[in-house]
């Protein structure tokens, strides 16, 4: 594994996500959970995206960031066959 630049805090990784043109419009953000880990920690991840009242779940090897406050609906096949 590469090692990190000395500059590369965990702040200003998680600052760089957030301040990312995708998360800006409200969008969506996904980061490898072993990333999340090694570089910031997901109690300090988390913490953020609550601070900035997003949304995130995690979903195998990835964290999905939805960089606003809509409500998150779950959809299935089923659902939308059922006219849902």
């Known amino acids: 594994m590469a090692s990190l630049p000395d500059y590369l805090t965990p702040e200003l990784w998680i600052e760089q996500i957030f301040s990312s043109a995708e998360a800006r419009r409200g969008g969506v953000v996904k980061r490898q959970v ?36 809509e409500p998150i609906m779950r959809q299935s096949v089923e659902a939308r066959s059922n006219g849902l």
């Not at 601070?51 to 406050?69: D, P, T, Y």
């Open 34 to 69: 072993r990333d999340v880990e090694r570089l910031a920690g997901v109690d300090l991840f988390l913490a953020e995206v609550a601070r900035r009242r997003f949304q995130a779940v995690r979903n195998g090897r990835h964290f999905v960031v939805f960089c606003n406050n």
